[in-house]
Each structure stands twice: as structure tokens, then as C-alpha cells.
């Protein structure tokens, strides 16, 4: 850290990707904390920040005032100067099929300790390679996030899919004066399995054959739980979306009420059949490893846990290298530290004593 107080995160370390910027920034309008990245992106083969990337600092700034330095495509260094934290309604478009998921990834941090209520009206691509689809973040995440006393609601009203995008998305935030800590290790016992197979700007048939195919190779692994995959499918005539595309994410329920997640996405020559039954079995490998979140989750979770009022103490499937880079941005910029059992790759417990972060605007 230098003299002038900023934080100074090498975007090259581990993971070494967009991760880093998101959750630098993050953290930053949490605690209003100042940080310098450098060395952005800088193994990628574009290195830089891309406009998914802007979008996403550009929308935290607007939620704390923040001044930014280097906010430009191909940007390798940036500085993010926190103010004040805001609240209102913003408007936000990533751009083509740039991840939603991904702007509010970075957003849903800070908007927890907002001064009031905040609407996010976000375009861009809902469901997209190499980030959680925005079914996820509704029937996963969020319902993690409201066990520790964050409310967080998310309407699609259209869907984005790689390359033209065109996804349109309101997320709703509601602050807290504190987060709650998690105490959760295992999963439990399996109650439900839940989903949503979707397709745009294609025929019926793929939804349905996607969703089969997963409640089949869900059967076929002996899981006699009920499975409900819900169809999402728009008559051509009438449908908004750009597309084509499609796409599945479920979502297995236990009896103390946590969530595993998986998902898989359709593309140009993928059979319907093969997008559901990868799905599946990435469910069931999250069911058998018995942890109380999925490897996504775990390396979500991790800005909120470190702010919560507590020790929290959770239990993930698999220690991913995001998980494990999450943990090192954190430790730096809110000075707090996480205790991992585990190695990359396998079941890990991890846990920390949060900062007990407190919302100054509840009295």
C-alpha cells in the first residue's frame, strides 16, 4: 500500500482476470477504500480491461461517487477513488453479450450498504460463456444472499445470448443494516431438484429436449427426488429476443434449505440432448460431494462473508483458483483473514471473522 493510502493489487496474480478488477472495486465502495490495479488482465490474449470490464466499474463507481483514472478499453492500470455511497435508480448497458451477471457481481456488494433502495436497469447478455447465467444468480445466489439478511430481487425481462446480446435485466436492492455470518458446511439431504430450460429464436422442441435429457440422466443416477424443470419458450412471432440461443441452469434444494447450482449453455451444433445432460451430471457431482455450496459459490460468497457482523464458516465442493484469488484481493483491502482447509481442486472449508460492517444509514 502506498503512502497515500490506495491499495495496490497486481491484476496479474493467480487467476489473473477480470475477477481481480471486479472484486478490487468491490470492496473498495464497501469500505470506501481507494485501490490501484495494475498489470490488468495482463496474461489474457487482449489484455486490458474490456468493455464487459468498464461496465462494471463504471456502474460501481456510480454507486459511491467514485473518480476513476484509466477507465478506457485496453486500460492496464486503473485507480478507483470511492466517495460517498449513493442510492436511485441507474441504468447500465454492458454492451453486445458483455455478462450481466458479471456487472452485478460487482454491483450487489456495495448496494447492500447503499443509502436506501437501488434499481439496476442492466442490457447486455444473460446467458453467455464463462459467467454465471442470470438464472443462477436468481435461483442460486440470491436466496444464499437473504440467509444473511439481504434482499435482492431480479426480473428478465429478455434474454441475451452471445453475439448480439440484447438481454434486459432489473435487479432491485434492498440495504441491510449488517450482513448476517454463514455457518454452513454440509448440504443435507436432497428434497428437490428445480430448473429452467430455456430457448429463444428456436423451436420448442430444444427446451423440452434439454430439460429430458437432464431429468434422465438425473434418474439414471438414482436421484427419486421430484424434478421440476420449468420450459421458457416465445412463439416466433412474438418473441423479443435477438438470439438464437439456449441454455439450462438447476438447482438441487436440501432440507435445511441451501442451493447447488449448475448450468450449461446450447450452441451452433450442441444437441439439445448434450446440454442437458451436462448439466446434470454437474449437479450431481455438487450433490455427491455433500458441501453446503457449490465451487461458484464459494467464490461469490466470499466479499460477503468477509464484511459480515461474526465468524462465518462455509463449506464449498471445490477450492477454484477464483475462490482462492477472491480470498488474497480481500485479505488485502479489508486487512481481514480467512482460515482454508483444503487444496485447490477439492472439498475445503473456509473461514473468517468478519469486519462487522455496519450500514451508517440505519439509525
Given at each position: 500500500?502506498?503512502?497515500?493510502?490506495?491499495?495496490?493489487?497486481?491484476?496479474?496474480?493467480?487467476?489473473?482476470?477480470?475477477?481481480?478488477?471486479?472484486?478490487?472495486?468491490?470492496?473498495?465502495?464497501?469500505?470506501?477504500?481507494?485501490?490501484?490495479?495494475?498489470?490488468?488482465?495482463?496474461?489474457?490474449?487482449?489484455?486490458?480491461?474490456?468493455?464487459?470490464?468498464?461496465?462494471?466499474?463504471?456502474?460501481?463507481?456510480?454507486l459511491c461517487s467514485a473518480k476513476l483514472e484509466g477507465a478506457y478499453k485496453g486500460s492496464k492500470e486503473?485507480?478507483?477513488?470511492?466517495?460517498?455511497?449513493?442510492?436511485?435508480?441507474?441504468?447500465?448497458?454492458?454492451?453486445?453479450?458483455?455478462s450481466i451477471s458479471l456487472v452485478l457481481q460487482a454491483l450487489l456488494p456495495a448496494a447492500a450498504f447503499?443509502?436506501?433502495?437501488?434499481?439496476?436497469?442492466?442490457?447486455?447478455?444473460?446467458?453467455?460463456?464463462?459467467?454465471?447465467?442470470?438464472?443462477?444468480?436468481?435461483?442460486?445466489?440470491?436466496?444464499?444472499?437473504?440467509?444473511?439478511?439481504?434482499?435482492?430481487?431480479?426480473s428478465v425481462l429478455r434474454r441475451g445470448h452471445y453475439p448480439r446480446g440484447g438481454g434486459h435485466v432489473?435487479?432491485?436492492?434492498?440495504?441491510?443494516?449488517?450482513?448476517?455470518?454463514?455457518?454452513?458446511?454440509?448440504?443435507?439431504?436432497?428434497?428437490?431438484?428445480?430448473?429452467?430450460?430455456?430457448?429463444?429464436?428456436?423451436?420448442?422442441?430444444?427446451?423440452?429436449?434439454?430439460?429430458?435429457?437432464?431429468?434422465?440422466?438425473?434418474?439414471?443416477?438414482?436421484?427419486?427426488?421430484?424434478?421440476?424443470?420449468?420450459?421458457?419458450?416465445?412463439?416466433?412471432?412474438?418473441?423479443?429476443?435477438?438470439?438464437?440461443?439456449?441454455?439450462?441452469?438447476?438447482?438441487?434444494?436440501?432440507?435445511?434449505?441451501?442451493?447447488?447450482?449448475?448450468?450449461?449453455?446450447?450452441?451452433?451444433?450442441?444437441?439439445?440432448?448434450?446440454?442437458?445432460?451436462?448439466?446434470?451430471?454437474?449437479?450431481?457431482?455438487?450433490?455427491?460431494?455433500?458441501?453446503?455450496?457449490?465451487?461458484?459459490?464459494?467464490?461469490?460468497?466470499?466479499?460477503?462473508?468477509?464484511?459480515?457482523?461474526?465468524?462465518?464458516?462455509?463449506?464449498?465442493?471445490?477450492?477454484?483458483?477464483?475462490?482462492?484469488?477472491?480470498?488474497?484481493?480481500?485479505?488485502?483491502?479489508?486487512?481481514?483473514?480467512?482460515?482454508?482447509?483444503?487444496?485447490?481442486?477439492?472439498?475445503?472449508?473456509?473461514?473468517?471473522?468478519?469486519?462487522?460492517?455496519?450500514?451508517?444509514?440505519?439509525?
Open positions: 500500500m502506498s503512502s497515500r493510502g490506495i491499495v495496490e493489487i497486481d491484476g496479474s496474480m493467480l487467476e489473473g482476470g477480470g475477477q481481480i478488477v471486479r472484486s478490487s472495486i468491490a470492496l473498495s465502495a464497501l469500505v470506501l477504500r481507494p485501490v490501484r490495479i495494475f498489470n490488468i488482465r495482463a496474461k489474457r490474449p487482449n489484455p486490458g480491461l474490456q468493455a464487459q470490464h468498464l461496465t462494471g466499474v463504471k456502474a460501481v463507481a456510480a486503473l485507480t478507483f477513488i470511492p466517495q460517498r455511497r449513493v442510492a436511485g435508480r441507474f441504468r447500465f448497458d454492458v454492451g453486445t453479450a458483455g447503499a443509502p436506501g433502495e437501488c434499481e439496476f436497469v442492466i442490457t447486455g447478455g444473460t446467458d453467455v460463456a464463462w459467467s454465471p447465467p442470470i438464472d443462477y444468480v436468481r435461483y442460486v445466489l440470491v436466496p444464499v444472499l437473504a440467509k444473511m439478511g439481504y434482499r435482492v430481487e431480479i432489473i435487479a432491485k436492492t434492498y440495504p441491510v443494516p449488517f450482513l448476517k455470518p454463514l455457518q454452513e458446511l454440509e448440504f443435507g439431504k436432497l428434497v428437490e431438484i428445480r430448473g429452467i430450460s430455456h430457448c429463444v429464436k428456436l423451436p420448442k422442441h430444444v427446451a423440452e429436449r434439454q430439460a429430458r435429457a437432464a431429468e434422465k440422466c438425473l434418474r439414471d443416477h438414482g436421484i427419486d427426488v421430484p424434478i421440476k424443470i420449468d420450459l421458457e419458450y416465445y412463439e416466433p412471432t412474438r418473441d423479443p429476443h435477438l438470439g438464437p440461443g439456449s441454455g439450462i441452469v438447476l438447482w438441487a434444494v436440501s432440507d435445511r434449505g441451501l442451493v447447488l447450482g449448475a448450468d450449461a449453455l446450447g450452441e451452433r451444433g450442441k444437441r439439445a440432448e448434450v446440454v442437458g445432460e451436462e448439466a446434470a451430471k454437474k449437479l450431481i457431482q455438487e450433490i455427491e460431494r455433500g458441501m453446503a455450496f457449490d465451487k461458484h459459490m464459494g467464490d461469490m460468497l466470499i466479499p460477503y462473508i468477509a464484511i459480515a457482523s461474526g465468524t462465518s464458516e462455509i463449506g464449498v465442493s471445490e477450492l477454484t483458483l477464483h475462490t482462492k484469488t477472491n480470498i488474497v484481493v480481500t485479505e488485502m483491502i479489508l486487512g481481514v483473514k480467512f482460515e482454508v482447509k483444503g487444496d485447490l481442486g477439492e472439498r475445503a472449508v473456509i473461514k473468517v471473522k468478519g469486519l462487522g460492517l455496519r450500514n451508517e444509514y440505519f439509525s
